[in-house]
């Protein structure tokens, strides 16, 4: 990372002290004079952005206060141009197709090396955008079945969201208050995945769930 004219800026958003910490340590050791900051929730986040430019921003899915995905979306929205490298806990077959479709420059799960960040970081920041070996091939994988695809990635983000929490073990109710949508809202949602799954009731939903290993998390 060594040989950028101008101090690097990174912005990790990510709500465990010690994994912004972690994160950060790898980034200066790579490059002594870049320039980290941490945000520990999404609204921090975006408040961090707006107030100064950024040359990537480093965000972790699960966060206390919003839907990292939806964030994700936003901030490709506000500033289309700002690299999104996402680095989360969730495997790569459930989520990296989905924020690559979101705006995503890359995606990386939190198992990945130290010398794997800093290669995404770089060839992110060099205009490309960064993808592992697996989630290479899961792409591959993907457009060979597009007609035998999972039954769960015919969804669309938000219809995944309520599969998860529905899998989960919560109520329209909770789901509802968890996404700030109203509970009509997400009985639709839940229609639609049932018809498009092809199931009628819940129970055969968290049973898939289990079968396909689908993150029961709100994303």
Not at 94 to 104: K, P
Not at 181 to 201: D, F, G, N, P, Q
């Amino acid at each position: 990372m060594a040989g950028r004219s101008r101090i690097m800026r990174i912005l990790i958003a990510d709500d465990h002290a010690v994994v912004r910490k972690g994160i950060k340590q790898i980034l200066t050791e790579a490059n002594q004079d870049a320039f980290v900051a941490e945000a520990g929730n999404l609204g921090e986040a975006h408040d961090l952005i707006r107030e100064q430019p950024w040359d990537i921003i480093i965000l972790d899915l699960a966060m206390p206060d919003g839907n990292g995905l939806e964030s994700l979306k936003q901030i490709k929205q506000e500033y289309p141009n700002l690299p999104v490298l996402v680095m989360s806990i969730y495997p790569e077959d459930q989520y990296a197709l989905r924020t690559i479709r979101a705006g995503a420059s890359g995606y990386l799960t939190k198992e990945s090396a130290p010398e794997e960040l800093v290669q995404a970081i770089q060839r992110i920041l060099a205009g490309g955008e960064y993808i592992s070996v697996a989630v290479e091939q899961e792409l591959v994988n993907f457009a060979r079945r597009e007609d035998d695809q999972p039954l769960h990635h015919t969804l669309s983000d938000r219809e995944f969201q309520v599969l998860c929490l529905i899998a989960s073990g919560k109520e329209l109710k909770e789901i509802a208050s968890d996404l700030s949508l109203s509970v009509k809202t997400i009985s639709t949602y839940r229609a639609r995945l049932l018809e498009k799954m092809k199931m009628r009731t819940n129970a055969e939903l968290i049973r898939y769930a289990i079968q396909n290993k689908v993150v029961m998390n709100d994303i």
